[in-house]
């Protein structure tokens, strides 16, 4: 066994207290308490057609930060089938690590460059992004527990929406490096304000088609306002839509991902 497993298995005998919402350092995760959470959308195949139902969530383990173009670098080079020249074309669009550069060493060995290893990597696809957690055993978080960390049980909501808002008025820009803002009251960093995150059931809500780009302003926020939760909550509605939109192999100049793991 592992020595990171062990040290996991170590900080589960702790009492709860003592471990829930409190930066692992074996491997920079997070233990996120059972909570729950009211999805801004419904889910497609819910049979309940209130909106405002709240949706449990099991305890689970979160990473602190999202992943970084270090850490997506190492697993490339030990998975060279996620390489941007060897990626299959199913799995990816042709942004795939755009940001990287392909160099070649004395050797002659092919390699990346990556422009700033300590930020978020970001144009990775949905399936790159689950294959790295999977090799880390992991997994990508479920929209309901990533939604879940970032409400923080309403701690500083204000704040945090006003946030939200101003990242979302600003135009794309390369992130800069991960753990630059204070983290959250459960210990998690960079939830918001630095990119979007994948989620491992990024479309399953029924979130309405984005129309910004129609010109058709009144179908924008009137299609918003159809089965949602709060509609108040424009930083949620910006969410799921932008999920809604995504498919697997598309990647995103500000679209990167962290992993979780059950606590089981």
């Given at each position: 066994m592992s020595s990171n497993k062990l040290k996991l298995i170590s900080l589960l005998a702790l009492p709860a207290a003592l471990i829930y919402g409190a930066a692992v350092s074996a491997e920079e995760m997070v233990m996120i308490p059972q909570g729950s959470v009211t999805p801004f959308f419904l889910k497609k195949d819910s049979v309940d057609s209130n909106a405002a139902s709240k949706v449990k969530v099991d305890a689970f383990w979160i990473d602190a930060a999202p992943v970084t173009n270090r850490e997506f670098q190492a697993f490339v080079s030990q998975h060279p089938d996620w390489h941007p020249t060897n990626i299959k074309k199913i799995f990816s669009d042709a942004h795939y690590l755009d940001h990287w550069k392909n160099t070649q060493g004395a050797d002659g060995t092919a390699s990346l460059d990556t422009p700033n290893p300590d930020a978020p990597v970001v144009n990775v696809s949905w399936f790159a992004a689950?294959?790295?957690?999977?090799?880390?055993?992991?997994?990508?978080?479920?929209t309901d527990e990533w939604e879940y960390t970032l409400n923080d049980n309403e701690r500083?909501?204000?704040?945090?929406?006003?946030?939200?808002i101003s990242w979302y008025s600003v135009p794309n820009r390369a992130p800069l490096a991960v753990k630059g803002q204070p983290a959250n009251g459960f210990g998690v960093f960079d939830l918001a304000g630095l990119i979007w995150e994948w989620t491992a059931d990024f479309n399953s809500y029924m979130a309405p088609p984005d129309s910004r780009n129609s010109g058709d302003k009144t179908q924008?926020?009137?299609s918003g306002s159809l089965s949602a939760s709060n509609l108040d909550d424009y930083a949620a509605f910006m969410r799921y839509s932008y999920r809604e939109s995504l498919k697997g192999s598309f990647t995103g100049k500000n679209l990167g991902f962290r992993c979780a793991k059950d606590a089981k």
């Open positions: 689950a294959s790295y957690c999977e090799a880390q055993d992991k997994r990508l978080p479920s500083d909501k204000e704040n945090l929406q006003k946030q939200i924008f926020c009137g």
